[in-house]
Nanobody
Framework: VQLQACGGGLVQSGGSLRLSCAASGSISSINVMGWHRQAPGKQRELVAR???????YYSDSVKGRSTISRDNAKNTVYLQMNSLKPEDTAVYFC??????????????WGQGTLVTVSS
């Protein structure tokens, strides 16, 4: 199983970006999908997550500015980020809790995509 994230880039303050992350491989089902970020010199933090049924959680740092969504048919999670601020600059990682074909459940991480917000 692999998670492939994309959509990062350089954007001006106030701009928008949409991140996406697709899971592939021997997937039986996916429960939680989420986005985390790690800024230079800081610990990785949870940004948002979404359950298979659609329930969502947002960190206070992005609440009201970001929307997480998923396409279960495509095993893909998205993060729409608006009104971006320089403090949103970080490497963004997607994660997923996946039940593989054997029936076991594992946590997977994507490779990270860099978001840089200029002031």
């Amino acid at each position: 199983v692999q998670l492939q994230a994309c959509g990062g880039g350089l954007v001006q303050s106030g701009g928008s970006l949409r991140l996406s992350c697709a899971a592939s491989g021997s997937i039986s089902s996916i429960n939680v999908m989420g986005w985390h970020r790690q800024a230079p010199g800081k610990q990785r933090e949870l940004v948002a997550r979404i359950l298979s049924g659609g329930s969502t959680y947002y960190s206070d740092s992005v609440k009201g500015r970001s929307t997480i969504s998923r396409d279960n048919a495509k095993n893909t999670v998205y993060l729409q980020m608006n009104s971006l601020k320089p403090e949103d600059t970080a490497v963004y990682f997607c994660s997923a809790q996946i039940k593989v074909s054997s029936g076991r459940i594992y946590a997977y991480w994507g490779q990270g995509t860099l978001v840089t917000v200029s002031s």
